[in-house]
């Protein structure tokens, strides 16, 4: 898993600072993982990830965010593709 991570990073961190023009470190030097426990672990997680958006000041809402999970979700958190 590391080694596709790392490999990943690296491409994207390319692509990215190809496209916006600037060198030097993008990614952050480590990632982890985590074993989802329950359900409801995984809905605190699904719910910070779907937030991060609205508290970097992107969006008012989750589901306002063009690449969240949130967009297909109904009111009762049900994923709905």
Known sequence: MSWTIETWKKFTAH???KLLKRRG?????DYW?????DAEHELKARHYIE???VKAGLVREP???LWS???FRDQCGVLKL
């Not at 993982?33 to 426990?37: K, L, N, Q």
């Open 15 to 17: 692509a990215a600072n």
């Open 25 to 29: 470190k993008f990614w952050a030097d």
């Open 33 to 37: 993982d985590t074993y989802m426990c």
């Open 51 to 53: 937030s991060n958006p």
């Open 63 to 65: 589901a306002e965010w």
């Open 69 to 71: 999970s949130a967009r």
